[in-house]
Every structure is written in structure tokens, then in C-alpha cells.
T-cell receptor, first 116, second 117 residues
């Protein structure tokens, strides 16, 4: 148990639709990041939120967007879904400073998205 | 250039034997962290072990140890006394820098470990 929970666990969407994935971070963790893991590959960093602001982004187009709420939970939104967006989406949380165990980065169980 | 390289797509090990999973990394930062995660077929990424670039001793967590060779930029995972439940994908990952709130990890392509009874 990592204390990071994601929902939904599985979903199927049609190309062109929009999807929202949710993540509840571990208690005390104010940094949340999102990763996309295509089949047979390692996770790729999408972006991260620190104290409700985006403070890092990987090589993903603007149709990938997110939010972080005051309780540090987070959402990943993907607009205009494409077939290649089919993947496992992982959320990770950590404390904000290395001195407080910032080497500890815990992942949720992920959301499996299939775009048809 | 790849930041994390895992050259073993698949590995087999006999139950109760030890196995080493290779990982090399590429960074110009002086401060960085190296992680190993286990991913069973369910998809959850399970944290195994962490090594900081300034840590002088190799990290150990139970049956997991990290063979950190800084000059060679390698961070191999050693699993001792393999168990059937160890069969999974294993990912090496790196975080660069010490920026507050940064948990941008670069992952390798993974190694699929199969433990044989």
C-alpha cells in the first residue's frame, strides 16, 4: 500500500473524446506527477504539480493538462483523444523536500486507458 | 542519448539464487538519485530501493541491494534468494538535481525477470 490511489482503474474512450483521470496523493505529499506508460515501454513523464502549480513538463502536447487541488489531489485531462493515447497512466507523489524523505516517490496502481 | 539504459530485456533465475539486473545512467548533474521499481502485471509501480549520488555506501533494503559504481555510472540491482513472487518487470529510474518538488523520473525500458521453480 503506497497511499496513492487512482481512479478509474480501467476505461475505454472513443477517438476525439476527452478523459479525466484522478489521483489522491499520499498524506503529507504535496508534489504529484503523472506518467504515461505505453505497452512494452517504460513510463514517460508528462508533468508535475507542486503546491497547485505546474512546475515541470515533459514532451507532451497541450491537450494533456492537469490540476492540483488544495488537498494535493490531482487530475490529468486529455482532450481530443488519439489511438496512441492508449496506455497506462501512473500518478506519483512525494514530499517536497529531500530532507523530508524526498527520495521517496510512490506510485499509484494506474489507470488503464484504451482509445478505440 | 538515453538517460537510463537497461540492456537486459529478459532474465531468468532459479528460485533461491541471486540475480543482478543491470542499469547504466547518463547525467552531467553532480546531484541525482537512482531508483529501482518492480512492476507486476497488475501495473502498479512498486518502489524497491533508492541510491543518492552522494551516498557513500550501497543502499540495501531486505533482499534488494544496489551496486552503485559512480565512476562507471552504473546502478545494478541485486536480488538475493529469488522467490517466485519476484517475477515481474523491473525498472531503473533517475531523478536529476535537487530542485524542491522535483520528482521527474527518467525510466529505462525495463527488464523482465522470470524466476524458475
Amino acid at each position: 500500500e503506497t497511499g496513492v490511489t487512482q481512479s478509474p482503474t480501467h476505461l475505454i474512450k472513443t477517438r476525439g473524446q476527452q478523459v479525466t483521470l484522478r489521483c489522491s496523493s499520499q498524506s503529507g505529499h504535496n508534489t504529484v506527477s503523472w506518467y504515461q506508460q505505453a505497452l512494452g515501454q517504460g513510463p514517460q513523464f508528462i508533468f508535475q504539480y507542486y503546491r497547485e502549480e505546474e512546475n515541470g513538463r515533459g514532451n507532451f502536447p497541450p491537450r494533456f493538462s492537469g490540476l492540483q487541488f488544495p488537498n494535493y489531489s490531482s487530475e490529468l485531462n486529455v482532450n481530443a483523444l488519439e489511438l496512441d493515447d492508449s496506455a497506462l497512466y501512473l500518478c506519483a507523489s512525494s514530499p517536497d523536500t529531500l530532507s523530508r524523505g524526498g527520495n521517496t516517490i510512490y506510485f499509484g496502481e494506474g489507470s488503464w486507458l484504451t482509445v478505440v | 542519448a538515453q538517460k537510463i539504459t537497461q540492456t537486459q530485456p529478459g532474465m531468468f533465475v532459479q528460485e533461491k539464487e541471486a540475480v543482478t539486473l543491470d542499469c547504466t545512467y547518463d547525467t552531467s548533474d553532480q546531484s541525482y538519485g537512482l531508483f529501482w521499481y518492480k512492476q507486476p502485471s497488475s501495473g502498479e509501480m512498486i518502489f524497491l530501493i533508492y541510491q543518492g549520488s552522494y551516498d557513500e555506501q550501497n543502499a540495501t533494503e531486505g533482499r534488494y541491494s544496489l551496486n552503485f559504481q559512480k565512476a562507471r555510472k552504473s546502478a545494478n540491482l541485486v536480488i538475493s534468494a529469488s522467490q517466485l513472487g519476484d517475477s515481474a518487470m523491473y525498472f531503473c529510474a533517475m531523478r536529476e538535481g535537487r530542485r524542491t518538488g522535483a520528482n521527474n523520473l527518467f525510466f529505462g525500458t525495463g527488464t523482465r525477470l522470470t524466476v524458475i521453480p
